[in-house]
C-alpha cells in the first residue's frame, strides 16, 4: 500500500481513532500535526480541490469560536477563508487522509478503512 498523508490533532479523538485505524492496517503514513506546522494557503486550498470540496467553508470547523470572531460565517471571499485556515488551523475539519489524488475527512473514522481500500 502506497503511503498516506493524515492531517493530525493528537488531542482529537476521532483523529486519534482515525490513526489507529491506519496503525491496524499496517498503512505507511505520515503524520502531519498540523496545528504546530500549519499548512499553507496553497496546500489547504490543493487538499480541499482532493477533498472534492465544492468551496473554503466545506472543510471548516464552523463551530469554532475562532470562525465566529472573526465574523466567517458572512464572509464570501474564497480567498479570506482559505487565509483564516492558514493563520488559524484549528478551523480545518479533522481528520484529513490523503491517499495520492485524493483525499477524505475521516468522519466518522471508520471511513478510512473503505478509503484506504478503495
Not at 488531542?11 to 486519534?16: A, F, L, N, W
Not at 489547504?44 to 469560536?65: F, N, P, Y
Request: glycine fraction near 4%; hydrophobic fraction near 35%.
Amino acid at each position: 500500500m502506497a503511503q498516506v498523508e493524515i492531517w493530525h490533532n493528537p488531542r482529537c479523538s476521532k483523529s486519534r481513532q482515525a490513526l489507529a485505524i491506519l496503525e491496524e492496517l499496517e498503512t505507511p503514513k505520515s503524520i502531519i500535526k498540523y496545528l504546530e506546522s500549519h499548512p499553507s494557503k496553497e496546500d489547504i486550498k490543493k487538499v480541499c480541490k482532493m477533498l472534492g470540496c465544492q468551496g473554503a467553508r466545506d472543510m471548516m470547523r464552523t463551530k469554532e469560536s475562532i470562525y465566529k470572531e472573526l465574523n466567517l460565517q458572512d464572509e464570501t471571499d474564497e480567498e479570506r477563508l482559505f487565509g483564516a485556515m492558514a493563520e488559524h488551523p484549528k478551523l480545518i475539519e479533522r481528520p484529513i487522509i490523503i491517499k495520492g489524488t485524493q483525499a477524505i475527512i475521516a468522519r466518522p473514522p471508520e471511513k478510512a478503512k473503505e478509503f484506504l481500500n478503495s
